[in-house]
């Protein structure tokens, strides 16, 4: 294992205690947490679902993955096995060992966007191999063992098109690499439409080559449920399903109840896009109007901005605001001049950072002199 880079979150502690001293408390729009409720269809499922004393089945109940397979097929035309549905504890986690479960090690390289979730570095890490960031937009990689793409995007809110998709698919095979979308914000394009990598018009009606990484937490509010799962290449899901027994990664039998009910019920979601796109029209707006110009961000659950000053500048405007956000560069060197705006508060805590943004004057600097603490930050 390679060393693993310093977690990023923990260097926001200076900025938050300067939020913490606006009057009104801090508004955090720095994690992408949900606040909303678990839905009402998932809890029940749960509750039915508590004596469950046996061990359960790595690959999940039949239920669970033909209600997977059923959810992409309703929501965006994609074709899948069930036996090509893989459940995980949370796709973070898939995604952290998912190199190291195929076997990457070292000498292998593993690509990934060069503005990205820091995980894809990580998994390479955890791996031994090697991790190259690389432009996903434009150009065509260098040849990797695996590549990662995450469409709709974290920080940035970018959306790959069908033509790139295919062409980055098309590119993977002809080189022999593995291509995996983190599709886990593809319930949630807002200005152009979102394509699952696994759509026929993307990989040609097979998945040969070709993973596809869904989690619950965004679209159910369930990520303190750890609920995902991974499916596409049939054959690689047979590789990790094998990994996972041997390693004991098994979503226990009450969360599989609740996932399966969350993936077989889309009012829920529909509920849920509807909370999030009133509050992102809201802060866009609240945004712009204090002088901030918000870039792509055409998806996901995200705005990505930028006062063209260094992040840690605007991180520190924000925070004088009591407004907390995350600096660009968390996510990697091309962000270091934009923030990352959440869209996972509360409608309260929507509104309140809507008011303070109100007050603001574009041009306006720091309303609170910067301690040597956060300077050094």
Partial sequence: MRE??????????????????HPGGVVNLALGTPVDPVPDVVQRAVRACTDTPGHPAT??????????????RRRFGVTVEPSAVLPVVGTKEAIAWLPAALGLGAGDRVAYPA????TYDVSARLAGAESVPVDVHHGLPAPARLLWLNSPG???GRVLGVARLRELVAWG???????????????????????????????????????????????????GYRAGFVTGDET???????????????????????????LEDDTHVDEQRGRYLRRRDKLRAALEGAGLRVEHSEASLFLWCTRDEPCWDTVMFLAGLGILVAPGVF?????HAHVRVALTATDERVDAAVERLST??????????????????
């Fill in 4 to 21: 693993l880079p310093e977690f990023p979150w923990s260097v926001l502690a200076p900025v938050r205690e300067r939020a913490l001293r």
């Fill in 59 to 72: 690959e999940g109940t039949p239920r669970l993955r033909a209600a997977a397979a059923g959810y992409l």
């Fill in 115 to 118: 503005l990205s979730f820091p």
């Fill in 154 to 156: 974290n920080p940035d």
């Fill in 173 to 223: 095979r002809a080189n022999d690499v593995i291509v995996v979308n983190d599709e886990c914000y593809l319930e949630h394009a807002w200005d152009v439409p979102a394509t699952s990598i696994l759509h026929p018009d993307v990989c040609g009606g097979s998945h040969t080559g070709v993973l596809a990484v869904h989690s619950l937490s965004k679209r159910s509010n369930l990520a």
């Fill in 236 to 262: 690689l899901v047979r590789r990790l399903l094998e990994v996972r027994r041997h390693a004991g990664l098994i979503m226990p039998e009450p969360i599989a109840a609740g996932t399966t009910a969350a």
């Fill in 331 to 335: 996510y990697g060197d091309p962000g």
């Fill in 360 to 377: 603001v004057r574009p041009g306006t600097r720091p309303a609170v002199p910067l301690s040597a603490e956060e300077v050094t930050a």
